[in-house]
C-alpha cells in the first residue's frame, strides 16, 4: 500500500514541476504570471477505502487505482478567467500528459453556482524498476471562484451537509456576484493591456530592413545611433 501511494505523490511532485517551469516560462515571455496558488493533495488510505466501497468496486489496488481517479489532486488558482484556458491549452501541450476527462463547470455551472474547470489527466511516473501510468485530478479556478468554493464547503459541513434552503439560495446569489466580479475584472485586466500597447506603440518607430519592417523602440533607436556617431 505504501508503494501504491508514493505513485501519486511522486505525480504531484511530477506535476508542481511543470507547472513551476510553466510559471517561469510565462513571466520572462510575458512579464506576467497567471498562478496565483498552487496546493496539492493525496487522498487517506481511508478516504480511498470508503470510496471504494460506495463505487461497489472490488477491493483490490488494481481495481482502486482504475476507479478512483482523484486520489492525487491539484487545485490551481490563476487571476482572470482566461487564464484558466491558456493553462488548460499549456497542460493540453505538454506531451507526456494525456487529458483523460475534461468538466467545464465554469461554462456550465453546477446547481449550486459552482464553478470550476476540472480536468482528469494521466502522467508517466518512473520508478526504480518500472513506469507507471498515474490519474491526476486538476482543478483549475479564480481567486473569487477559490474564496466561494472554499466558503461553500466549510458552510456544507457545519450544517452536516444539510444546509437551509435560504442559505441554498444566498450561496448561489454569492457565486452569481463571484462571477460579475471575475467578469469585471477581466474586461479592465484587458481595457489595461490595450492601454499599454497603444502606449507602447506611440514609443515605437518602424524601419526597414532588406524591405523587411521591423518596430524597434525609440530608446534603442537612439542608442544605436549614439553608438554609431
Known amino acids: 500500500m505504501t508503494r501504491f501511494m508514493m505513485a501519486y505523490k511522486f505525480a504531484l511532485d511530477e506535476m508542481n514541476t511543470k507547472l513551476n517551469i510553466l510559471k517561469e516560462e ?18 487517506s488510505p481511508e478516504s480511498i477505502f470508503k470510496k471504494i466501497l ?56 453546477k446547481p449550486n453556482g459552482y464553478q470550476s474547470l476540472h480536468m482528469i489527466i494521466e502522467i508517466p511516473i518512473f520508478m526504480s524498476d518500472r513506469e507507471e501510468k498515474v490519474f491526476v485530478e486538476v482543478q483549475i479556478r479564480t481567486i473569487a471562484m477559490d474564496f466561494w468554493a472554499s466558503l461553500e464547503h466549510k458552510i456544507y459541513y457545519k450544517y452536516n451537509k444539510e444546509i437551509p434552503e435560504n442559505l441554498v439560495q444566498e450561496l448561489k446569489e454569492a457565486a452569481t456576484t463571484a462571477n460579475a466580479l471575475d467578469l469585471k475584472m477581466e474586461r479592465l485586466n484587458k481595457e489595461i493591456l490595450e492601454h499599454k500597447a497603444a502606449e507602447q506603440k506611440k514609443e515605437e518607430t518602424l524601419i526597414t530592413i532588406n524591405e523587411d519592417q521591423f518596430r524597434l523602440p525609440l530608446n534603442l533607436l537612439e542608442s544605436l545611433i549614439q553608438m554609431k556617431n
Open 26 to 43: 510565462f513571466n520572462y515571455i510575458h512579464d506576467y504570471n497567471p498562478i496565483e496558488h498552487v496546493s496539492s493533495r493525496v487522498k
Open 54 to 109: 460506495k463505487k461497489g468496486c472490488p477491493l483490490s489496488l488494481d481495481s482502486i487505482k482504475h476507479n478512483i481517479r482523484d486520489i492525487a489532486g491539484l487545485r490551481i488558482t490563476v487571476s482572470f478567467i482566461s487564464d484558466i484556458y491558456k493553462l488548460k491549452n499549456m497542460l493540453e501541450s505538454q506531451k507526456d500528459i494525456t487529458i483523460i476527462e475534461t468538466k467545464d463547470y465554469i461554462k456550465h455551472p
